[in-house]
């Protein structure tokens, strides 16, 4: 299996307000064709820097792709770095110049002296050419190696990568396909899903398998290596339904779906209705659900009821429920899922109120106590939990464990209706 490495190139990535997107992007298309990205880098415009790591990364590697540092300017410095890592010159290709002038003038601009820059290209180098900018890329075989420097604009590097430099590489990588999938599970912690799955994962010896915790689940990453994608596919199938067994009704999705897509599946599939009443996540349920496309057809209304005067004004919360066991209780969050039912006229509701802080806590209900209410026709119920972290996760850890509530007691009525 080839292994690649990445270098971003550019200061402005080492700040707080830049992202290296693309990086994800080409690991992505690399691990699809049985390459494995081992190691990413983001440089600085520094040219020590720069050339150790490009040289490094050479001895390390069969594949290092380098993004970004190709303009006109003097701080674009990848193309005159690269070069000399690789101990070749760079050469003047006059007709790459003519192609800018001639795309200056199709803008109705004369192409400024500094463009002459990116036509020099490093010698023996493929030309990458790049309809969508100023830059062209460049693929270099050194002996058994590959080093192939892109442009950083997404919109220019994603089309030269997929139309010059994959299906070179996916030649070179063999008959090997790689193909993930992601598990997610709630209500378990990552030990314990580990500690449930661990002899499972482990019989798969053409799997790799990372157990990793997100802001309020349990992703179980999946990549089987097979000579062909319907063999890759049986792979996980096969240690998907082994994994679902042992966990359950945990497992709430099979091909990395969020909580509230799955949620919608769920009451479309069931013709099902739903109202949402909320206190402390002040919104992020119903912002959660309709996110997803085709929510108008099973969600009907939410209120966000901050105050207690809301609750009993919108939701008919007593103020007896108020004064005797506070607004963060389960006999409010009842009383709030019962009355947002009523109100709404749905096949069911769930509430949410506590305490998100980081204010509001006492030693009976410190910060981080939330209550769940849910209401059907039959029934009326509550859950208490306790949730960890600043008042953003509280809230967001609140608002999943309510969907999933909801979710569990779908699957329970769906299960009690086929018996």
């Not at 415009?45 to 390390?60: K, M, P, Q, S, V």
């Not at 002296?113 to 490093?122: S, W």
């Not at 019962?338 to 980081?358: F, H």
């Amino acid at each position: 299996m080839l292994s690649a490495e990445i270098i971003a190139v550019g200061s402005e990535l080492l700040t707080p307000t830049k992202t290296d997107t693309n990086s994800l992007w080409l690991t992505e298309k690399l691990n699809e064709i049985g390459v494995e990205v081992r190691l990413k880098t983001i440089v600085g415009d520094d040219r020590a820097r720069l050339e150790e790591t490009i040289r490094d990364a050479l001895r390390r590697s069969e594949v290092v792709i380098s993004t970004g540092g190709l303009g006109p300017t003097e701080d674009d410095i990848t193309r005159e770095v690269s070069a000399k890592a690789v101990g070749r010159e760079l050469v003047f290709h006059e007709d790459l110049v003519e192609e800018l002038r001639e795309r200056f003038r199709r803008w109705g601009r004369e192409m400024p002296e500094t463009n002459k820059r990116q036509a020099y290209v490093i010698e023996g180098a493929d030309i990458l050419p790049n309809p969508n900018g100023s830059a062209v890329g460049m693929a270099i075989e050194i002996g058994a190696k590959f080093l192939v420097v892109l442009p950083g604009p997404p919109r220019e590097l994603k089309p030269m990568f997929e139309a010059h430099v994959l299906p070179t590489l996916k030649k070179s990588a063999g008959e090997i396909v790689v193909r993930r999938r992601i598990l997610r599970v709630a209500g378990m912690g990552e030990s314990a899903v580990d500690e449930a799955i661990a002899p499972i994962y482990k019989s798969f010896e053409t799997v790799e398998t990372s157990i990793l915790f997100n802001r309020s689940e349990i992703e179980v990453h999946l990549a089987a290596k097979a000579k062909t994608e319907t063999e890759t596919e049986t792979i996980l199938e096969e240690l998907t339904a082994k994994i679902v067994e042992q966990l359950g009704v945990a497992v709430f999705a099979r091909n990395g779906e969020l909580m509230e897509e799955i949620l919608g599946e769920l009451l479309t599939e069931n013709k099902k209705t739903l109202a949402v009443a909320e206190s402390c996540t002040g919104g992020l349920i119903g912002e959660r659900l309709t996110d997803v496309s085709g929510a108008s057809g099973y969600f009907i209304e939410g209120a966000v009821v901050y105050s207690n005067e809301a609750k009993m004004r919108t939701l008919n919360v007593t103020a007896e429920i108020i004064e005797r066991f506070g607004a963060v209780s389960a006999a409010c969050a009842e009383a709030m899922a019962k009355g947002m039912r009523e109100r709404a006229k749905t096949d069911y509701a769930i509430s949410v109120t506590g305490i998100a802080g980081p204010g509001g806590g006492s030693e009976e209900k410190p910060v981080g106590t939330v209550f769940i209410g849910y209401a059907d026709e039959a029934q009326t119920k509550s859950i208490k939990i306790t949730l960890p972290g600043d008042r953003y996760l509280i809230r967001w850890r609140a608002s999943s464990a309510a969907l999933d509530y909801l979710r569990r007691q779908i699957l329970k009525s769906s299960s009690e209706t086929v018996k």
